[in-house]
């Protein structure tokens, strides 16, 4: 048998697991993701351990030393997990057009800023307060958290909307130019936020990273997105086949490097390239064409951050407790934020827009991957984002549903066809 | 700086080598293939050394032990190298279907057990008597490195008989129908010796290995295709989205795996899974929809089997002669035995069917991974498979082309519409 022979039985048992799972939420409406990450902490090592331990071939392979074929192991399974990521920021980036902010633009900004700065205030005193198993760092740790409770999961909104036939609402519009600005103002707190994670704290290095970050986004937005406009046309004289998904394939990966090099996360030049060749997906088709990488990869990340967790960690009150704050101050943060930014309009628009921005999703679980793989956050911790990043976005669809419920659409709000959901399938 | 950044570089040059190799090699009018392996040997540690060293975050994940990361950077790429050529053998398997055999028939098997039995003979006698380096096992060795001598790579052939509008004379239907014969029987060979690469040679062991083979092929070619053809019409009441396509992906990777817990290689798992698949193809456009994932994985297939090849080795006369003399045998081959099973047709036809069988492409690299990575080949030996593979691939289109020169098509051969390649531009 081959060393990877073991490998590919936990990979196999990932994948089907995740879209077992996922097949099941589905069907009792629930979000795919939920199901994915779920059955990944039922089949983790902490739970009934199906995947994760090195087989005799691997530990063989590190001449018997368990402990390195069990880090070899994590290791691959985090590569495979960074590319489904990676590829999943490259969607959010496809779908993401500075342009289609104008339209709503004020109202929008501002739900976005002010539903990052409450629930960061809130989660990070939460954690500077209350956290028992500090890490190294707390401060970092409480950062992580906070900018963990930043994020909105717009895939998750977006599809609970086009479901009840009500994206193309004012409401609607106002959430998902809000969450394009809040997905952009995440990645870069989170550069700033892991930078920190590097050395211990240093104003300079702080400094340099938020420039570093600021820079390389004003680049590829600007620069980038103008490069690809005006010479994307000359990948049709390529002559490999399919030339322009390669291209934009080998522009994701290198992002995605360089953003690794130069000290941000990887995701945030995966995001990036997506923003940039956005200005071509239509003539070249790059959104279905990417879609079965997508299909086949991502799943990998949220089953395998599911390995992560210990659900054991929660039988200890302190961590539930921590968990339920969290989670509560994530839910009350946003509906403040989204509350203040709707002054003027309805108490149910206002309601709405606070409760669609509710959901972390992906976003949070991304910021929680990173923090435990560089060490700021403990492992109880990373638990408990996990935590909150699944509640929240279970809690969200049907309360916006419920809010919806006996709405009188205008006739230009149902006119319209309802756009395709903005992120496939979770 | 994560851990998996350094990897994450490492696969951004892999990929982006392979498809500038590619490109330019498509231009210069030779497979992409060969331009994938050779920029591999180019970047590799054997050479440039672009790729393939550990960097510092991941040597410290392993407490400093450099040689420990080094090896988990090599499982990582073989794993991803592995998922590229699982989703090879998965598409070889959708193309492979045994009711398109039965028109040319009997011809066609002829073809392909005489062009197995001729290289094979050759080439195991060539390595027997003359390897001056020997592995552990002289007979394992040379029972690979024929192995690999036998395997006719398909799509290369069909790619210049498409180019050159001849895919439907007779001739190029024979050689079609006997790579199916080929690659299937070329399988069977490789479950053998695999198998007896697991401990020294054991009689017992060799016929265990053989009828777990056939039994695992005619299980998946019987009633695999049976349960596909009758029951993959309720894929469609799943919920989740492109749910045939990600079912075939769970069948894919669990075909891999159990090839693997039995003593084969995963790739024919794969490839049954692939041929189980064909059933259902048409209705759910499987073949466009895994395209992406196989033009994504693959490429890192072929570069990171160049990675692995030593250019070095081919200074010493010796390992030269020994290329060059496995080279023509495998050629000469291939000859006499299409040449033998054309008897009654003309000497050019007998000459283009021959000549159809020669490049080893692909089928000759993936025995010698297997054989370097259960270390049944030394490093040399793995370094002339591989050079026998590129130059058989290099080889036969200009001859093919040349064969072809001043072919009076018939009204029939013209009337139909050259079907696709077999297999996408590699």
Known sequence: MQETTGILVDLFFLFAAAKMAGELFTRIRQPA??????????????????????????????????????????????????????????????E?????????????????????????????ALIWGTDPVAAEDLGLEAAFVATA?????????????????????????????????????????????SGLGEDSFDVLELALTAVAAVAFVVFAALVGTRVIRQYSIHLEKLRIQNAPFLVAMIVMLGL??????????????????????????????????????????????????????????????????????????????KLMGGGLASLGLSGRSAAIIGTGMVPRGEVGLVVASIGASIGAISDDIFSVVVFMSIATTILAPPVLVWLYRGYRFTAEEVAEAPEEPPLPDL
Chains 1, 2 share one sequence.
């Open 33 to 94: 993701i939920v199901g994915e990450v779920l059955v990944g902490v039922l089949i983790g090592p902490h739970t009934l351990g199906l995947v994760g331990s090195p087989d005799s071939a691997l530990i063989d392979l590190f001449g018997g030393d368990e402990k390195a074929a069990e880090e070899a192991l994590t290791v691959v399974l985090d590569v495979i997990a960074e590319l489904g990521v990676i590829i999943l920021l490259f969607f959010v980036g496809l």
């Open 256 to 333: 995605s490097a360089l953003a690794g090099i130069i000290g941000l996360a990887a995701i945030i030049g995966a995001f990036l390239a997506g923003m940039m060749l956005a200005e071509a997906k239509e003539r070249y088709n790059l959104e279905q064409q990417a879609l079965p990488v997508y299909e086949f990869l991502v799943p990998f990340f949220f089953v395998i951050i599911g390995t992560k967790v210990d659900p054991g960690a929660f039988t200890d009150p302190t961590i539930l407790a921590i968990a339920l704050g969290v989670t509560g101050l994530a839910v009350l943060g």
């Open 149 to 193: 409770m930043v994020a909105t999961s717009i895939g998750i909104t977006a599809r609970v909307l086009g479901d009840i036939g009500a994206i193309r609402t004012r409401e609607a519009r106002i959430i998902l130019g809000a969450a394009v600005v809040d997905d952009i103002l995440a990645l870069l707190m989170l550069s700033v936020v």
């Open 96 to 124: 993401t057009r500075l342009r289609d902010l104008t339209e709503v633009g004020g109202r929008a900004a501002m739900v976005a800023v002010l539903g990052i700065i409450f629930p960061f205030v809130l989660g990070f």
